[in-house]
């Protein structure tokens, strides 16, 4: 989903990713300059890019942020604001690409630049975040500087009447890991403290890592591994509505609900909650010089390790149990969401393996690697069809299905029918058509990636093996500096080696010219926003509605506060197709500045 691409620099390339990260090839002397020679400016040209950087970066923190924070999106007279729904002024949406990668930003651009006002907006940013962090020490999706009552209303409002959009139907008043909310701000949080050993930022930290031990989960074969929320709330939904009238043309063995409960306390690998939380422990052992947070690393490791399964079908759910339910065991995939039936995932499949590669040079442990044939030969076995593809222009650029039931290997797709979040609800079965948008019922798996990649590990000599465990943040040693740049591209478990250097993207000349000509002289870039929502109504009628327009489409009726893109709406009245309404994106501005910052620093 869009609201999970935290990089927004699309031309930057994952250059230092590297496959073994082979001795010396991620030095900076052995690395060629990626500025070939005629591609910059004069030093008079960064100097004045990092001008207008200050500019646009000031303009941010004075005139769009709330006391510090950010959401997503703004009108340009800041009417109407938005983060993954419509929003308050007052709110602080902690979801990337909301207030921690702003700050990530302008730390960034401070480390470029060297000028006191990113320095000043980052700690202004990172105080924000440490007001909206919940006593627990974790973060919510969102906070409210208006008060819990305001937050509570938001929720049984907007976020009640977001029909595709669960997690914001209730208000739980728990932390989140969902979405790198709260890996993504302790980050930051991190980053800061260690740039001055500002008492409150010291403060803040500690609750985090607390926090995150505190949620990790322990005994059986969920040992090791994190709950999408924590701490447990007793009032959980377990279930969704399934309405009494149902459209006349829907089949009768269709299956649906959430089968397995409550999925907030299970083992969540959905948008890779488990290797963003090792990553930030990793930047604590090594910057702070942490080690007794190493076994909680490698109980992580070892949790997606054992919870690989059985072959044939070597993967891994969204979800795995974390104790018993209904008979079937601790460790076993789950269901989430009404529209995450209880199966195996291709992309997360594909994500873990990644993972493991990860765990293999962090390491040198070859048992990481020993299963990692059984997941690709999984994935063999369940692509998707050319008929699939070709019947549903949602599949079309697509490999794999995203879900795959358990036992029987078939593909399952989520459909859903109804206008809103009272009279509709998902279901799912092995029809192809008429799939979700909002959720992709395909996934792009890089087969031929995973297995080079493989390959290229399995060939490493024992020396080069030794090497990568020399550097590797685990093994003991000082404390080893952050990577300076966060925003510029997704940081890999790599990049945290000693020695690794990770490399900055070409940007020309022209690039960061044509950047700072759009930003013009009011310091800020317009771009379309992309999507809107419809206005909060009221509760939605329970009405049965027999039609189909919204089965593929991002939004309901009016009631549903879903947001959608204008140009492409429901085809029901009193939909329209229309531009988008212009603004200011908190990732235009993250993606900009990480070109500019790349320029600069270059």
């Given amino acids: 989903m869009s609201r999970r691409t935290f990089a927004r620099l699309a031309a930057a390339p994952a250059v230092g990713a590297l496959v073994g990260l082979r001795p010396g090839i991620a030095s900076a002397a052995s690395r060629p300059s990626a500025h070939p020679a005629g591609s910059r ?134 932390a989140t890991f969902d979405d790198a909310g709260t890996s993504t701000a302790a980050q930051l949080i991190l980053r800061l403290y260690v740039e001055r050993r500002h008492p409150k930022f010291k403060a803040s930290l500690n609750r985090v890592i607390d926090f995150m031990l505190k949620a990790q989960l322990r005994g059986g074969p969920a040992d090791g591994g994190w709950p999408q929320r924590f701490p447990a709330f007793s009032g959980a939904v377990s279930e969704m509505p399934w309405p009494d009238e149902r459209p006349s043309w829907l089949p009768s063995d269709v299956q649906h609900g959430m089968q397995d409960g409550d999925y907030t306390g299970h083992v969540t690998f959905n948008d890779d909650v488990l290797g963003e939380n090792i990553k930030f422990l990793l930047m604590c052992i090594s910057a702070l010089g942490r080690r007794d947070l190493t076994r909680p690393v490698l109980r992580a490791m ?212 044509a950047l700072v000509d759009a930003l013009g002289t009011k310091d800020h870039w317009i771009t379309p926003i992309g999507t809107t929502t419809n206005p909060y109504l009221g509760p939605a009628p329970a009405t049965p509605y027999e039609g189909v327009a919204y089965m593929s489409k991002h939004v309901g009726d009016l009631y549903d506060t879903s947001p959608y893109d204008p140009a492409t709406p429901p085809a029901e009245p009193p939909y329209q197709p229309h531009d988008s309404a212009e603004g200011i994106t908190t990732s235009a501005y993250t993606g900009n500045m990480a070109k500019l910052i790349a320029y600069v620093a270059g």
């Fill in 302 to 513: 070892a949790c997606l390790h054992r919870l690989q399964q059985p072959g044939p079908q070597a993967g891994w759910g969204l979800q795995h149990l974390s104790h018993s339910v209904g008979g079937r065991p601790a460790g076993a995939p789950a269901s989430a969401r009404s529209y995450e039936p209880r199966s195996l995932t291709t992309h997360t499949t594909q994500t873990n393996i990644r993972q493991l590669f990860h765990y293999f040079r962090l390491t040198g442990d070859h048992d990481y690697l020993r299963r990692v044939p059984e997941a690709i030969a999984w994935l063999e076995t369940c692509p998707l069809t050319s008929e699939q593809k070709g019947e549903n222009p949602l599949l079309k650029s697509a490999t794999h299905p995203t879900f795959v039931e358990l036992e029987t290997n078939r593909p399952r797709f989520v459909h859903r029918f109804g206008s809103n979040i009272r009279n509709g609800a998902y279901y799912y079965d092995h029809d192809h058509r008429n799939t979700l948008s909002h959720y992709s019922g395909g996934r792009s798996i890089d087969l031929t990636g995973l297995k080079a990649t493989y390959d290229e590990l399995m060939a490493l000599s024992r020396s080069e093996v030794a090497d990568l465990r020399d550097r590797s943040p685990l093994t003991p040693g000082g404390p080893q500096e952050l990577p300076r740049y966060f925003s510029v591209r997704d940081l890999d478990l790599t990049d945290l080696f000693r020695g690794a250097d990770p490399a900055l993207p070409d940007v020309t000349e022209e690039q960061a010219s």
């Fill in 41 to 174: 400016t004069t030093g008079g040209g960064r100097t004045d890019v990092a001008r207008a950087m200050r500019r646009a970066g000031a303009f941010m923190d004075e005139h769009v942020s709330y006391r510090g924070a950010y959401v997503w999106s703004y009108l340009s007279d800041l009417s109407t604001t938005w983060g993954e729904m419509e929003a308050r002024r007052t709110m602080c949406w902690v979801q990337p690409p909301g207030t921690p990668s702003v700050g990530h930003s302008l730390l960034d651009a401070y480390h470029a630049t060297g000028d006191e006002t990113f320095y000043s907006a980052a700690e202004r940013t990172g105080l924000a975040l440490v007001e909206a962090q919940l006593p627990v020490g974790g973060w919510n999706y969102i906070h409210d500087f208006a008060g819990n009552g305001s937050l509570r209303d938001w929720y049984a409002t907007i976020g009640a009447n977001g029909w595709r959009l669960e997690e914001f139907q209730h208000y739980y008043g728990n």
